[in-house]
């Protein structure tokens, strides 16, 4: 067999051979199944052998045929398309279309998605309501991961989720109502009035709209403003098997419904490992608070005093292709809402560096979140915003993934195995 893998085990000199798989790319895919670990026995009633893998680091959980990403080379794709090219030429809305049916839509059915999307915007009263009774300091990703699980409980048919049209409903009633419920739970901890959706508006100049919309009869986004956020939804619309996306597959795979599946992908982003490193980032600017004082914390850092917030990546190790696109367009953010103090300081603690040595060894580069967070803030966001404007795109490549995993025929409820290291029997007597 030459696409195999042949092991000995030295506890019984049998050797095995077990079939290597490929993806796409056969230096980046190829695998062997686990399962076939469980014919390595060292008796008849051997439980046979295990892989271990905390944090699954080396173990490709399903097939995808959803995003790409090479880390060494820089690479991320949604369906073969390169982000840059998504970026520049397509709406979120039509990045999204991609992602869930693999195809980039014509005119027709770009049109047709963009109604469906726009006439579930709007969230049923009492979900209001239900938000309301929030304390007023309530953090809106703790909002956002309660309320997205309530809608369960208003979609009950939901739970059918083997019904393919059952599922195409809720994948655009939750597409359409993540922003709205987002840009509620900001309102209610400002205290405004909540902004109903505006349909004539695009995906992304709604939602700001809902988000900043005050006395004026019809907000009216700024062009390339919309467009900015437009790009950052792209950005973040799907990264293959991240934590969220994993809590999304795993709980999922239960058959629970879509929304309470959406709330655990939500509260997976939460966690300052995942989606809160943007916050971080901005933190550790103001902790800098001057350019004259980069060179003495990027010396602190190297000491290992803390980590430079918003660099280095597990996947990326040359570059993160999501902050290239980031750092030129944050100059035509800033050039309409006036420059950030704290870009000075991040393009300096980025020359720095990717000048030095000890960043340049371990191949420590920006990644998406040292700009997005700067980019955020100057356009209005509150930090405690920027894990929830993380969500509102990722719902896409939650959902799309949710999806893919049903589909398959492999996938069962995901139910892994542990090597107990705990006491034998014993009795308490
Ligand atoms: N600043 C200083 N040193 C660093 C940093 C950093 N940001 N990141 C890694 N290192 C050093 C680390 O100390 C280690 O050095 P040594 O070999 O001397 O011990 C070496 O680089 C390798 O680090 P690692 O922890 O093994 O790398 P990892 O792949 O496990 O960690 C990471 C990846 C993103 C968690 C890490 O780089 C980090 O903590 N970065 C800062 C937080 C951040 O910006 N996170 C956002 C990630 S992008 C968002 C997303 O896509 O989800």
């Given at each position: 067999?030459a696409?195999?893998?042949?092991?000995?085990?030295?506890?019984?000199?049998?050797?095995?051979?077990?079939?290597i798989?490929?993806?796409?790319?056969?230096?980046?895919?190829?695998?062997?199944r686990?399962?076939?670990?469980?014919?390595?026995?060292?008796?008849?009633?051997?439980?046979?052998?295990?892989?271990?893998?905390?944090?699954?680091?080396n173990?490709?959980?399903?097939k995808?045929?959803?995003?790409?990403?090479?880390?060494?080379?820089?690479?991320?794709?949604?369906?073969?398309?390169?982000?840059?090219?998504?970026?520049?030429?397509f709406?979120?809305?039509?990045?999204?279309?991609?992602?869930?049916?693999?195809?980039?839509?014509?005119?027709s059915?770009?049109?047709?998605?963009?109604?469906?999307?726009?006439?579930?915007?709007?969230?049923?009263?009492?979900?209001?309501?239900?938000?309301?009774?929030?304390?007023?300091?309530?953090?809106?990703?703790?909002?956002?991961?309660?309320?997205?699980?309530?809608?369960?409980?208003?979609?009950?048919?939901?739970?059918?989720?083997?019904?393919?049209?059952?599922?195409?409903?809720?994948?655009?009633?939750?597409?359409?109502?993540?922003?709205?419920?987002?840009?509620?739970?900001?309102?209610?901890?400002?205290?405004?009035?909540?902004?109903?959706?505006?349909?004539?508006?695009?995906?992304?100049?709604?939602?700001?709209?809902?988000?900043?919309?005050?006395?004026?009869?019809?907000?009216?986004?700024?062009?390339?403003?919309?467009?900015?956020?437009?790009v950052?939804?792209?950005?973040h619309?799907?990264?293959?098997?991240?934590?969220?996306?994993?809590?999304?597959?795993?709980?999922?795979?239960?058959?629970?419904?879509?929304?309470?599946?959406?709330?655990?992908?939500?509260?997976?982003?939460?966690?300052p490992?995942?989606?809160?490193?943007?916050?971080?980032?901005?933190?550790?600017?103001?902790?800098?608070?001057?350019?004259?004082?980069?060179?003495?914390?990027?010396?602190?850092?190297?000491?290992?005093?803390?980590?430079?917030?918003?660099?280095?990546?597990?996947?990326y190790?040359?570059?993160?292709?999501r902050?290239?696109?980031?750092?030129?367009?944050?100059?035509?953010?800033?050039?309409?809402?006036?420059?950030?103090p704290?870009?000075?300081?991040?393009?300096?603690?980025?020359?720095?560096?990717?000048?030095d040595?000890?960043?340049?060894s371990?191949?420590?580069?920006?990644?998406?979140?040292?700009?997005?967070?700067?980019?955020?803030?100057?356009?209005?966001?509150?930090?405690?915003?920027?894990?929830?404007?993380?969500?509102?795109?990722?719902?896409?490549?939650?959902?799309?993934?949710w999806?893919?995993?049903?589909?398959?025929?492999?996938?069962?409820?995901?139910?892994?195995?542990?090597?107990?290291?705990?006491?034998?029997?014993?009795?308490?007597?």
């Open positions: 067999m696409d195999s893998l042949t092991i000995t085990d030295n506890r019984t000199g049998e050797t095995y051979e077990l079939p798989q490929y993806g796409t790319y056969p230096e980046y895919g190829a695998a062997i686990c399962g076939e670990l469980r014919n390595i026995k060292v008796s008849e009633d051997d439980f046979g052998l295990m892989a271990y893998d905390p944090g699954f680091t173990t490709a959980s399903c995808s045929s959803i995003t790409h990403i090479d880390g060494e080379r820089g690479i991320l794709r949604y369906r073969g398309y390169p982000i840059e090219e998504l970026a520049e030429d709406s979120f809305l039509d990045v999204a279309y991609l992602i869930l049916n693999g195809e980039l839509p014509d005119q059915a770009s049109e047709t998605w963009e109604s469906e999307i726009t006439n579930h915007s709007m969230i049923h009263e009492k979900i209001k309501k239900f938000m309301e009774g929030f304390k007023y300091d309530a953090h809106p990703m703790g909002m956002l991961v309660s309320t997205v699980a309530a809608l369960s409980t208003f979609y009950p048919e939901s739970r059918n989720v083997e019904d393919p049209d059952v599922r195409a409903l809720q994948i655009r009633r939750l597409v359409a109502k993540i922003p709205t419920i987002a840009a509620y739970a900001y309102r209610s901890n400002v205290g405004f009035p909540y902004s109903y959706p505006d349909n004539d508006l695009s995906y992304t100049g709604n939602f700001l709209s809902m988000m900043f919309k005050m006395t004026e009869r019809r907000y009216r986004p700024d062009p390339a403003l919309e467009k900015a956020l437009d950052l939804f792209i950005l619309a799907d990264h293959e098997q991240n934590c969220g996306t994993n809590a999304m597959r795993s709980v999922g795979s239960s058959h629970a419904d879509p929304y309470v599946s959406i709330a655990a992908a939500a509260a997976a982003l939460y966690g490992l995942h989606g809160g490193a943007n916050e971080q980032v901005l933190r550790m600017l103001n902790e800098i608070g001057h350019v004259d004082r980069v060179p003495e914390y990027v010396k602190r850092v190297k000491a290992g005093e803390f980590r430079l917030m918003g660099f280095g990546h597990r996947v190790k040359n570059y993160d292709p902050a290239t696109i980031l750092k030129g367009m944050a100059q035509e953010v800033f050039e309409l809402t006036g420059r950030n704290q870009l000075d300081i991040a393009l300096a603690l980025e020359k720095i560096a990717l000048e040595e000890y960043f340049v371990r191949k420590l580069y920006p990644n998406v979140d040292f700009y997005s967070g700067i980019i955020y803030q100057s356009m209005g966001f509150p930090v405690e915003m920027f894990p929830v404007l993380f969500a509102i795109p990722r719902t896409i490549g939650w959902l799309t993934q999806q893919e995993m049903l589909e398959d025929g492999d996938q069962r409820i995901a139910r892994p195995r542990q090597i107990y290291t705990g006491e034998d029997q014993r009795s308490p007597s």
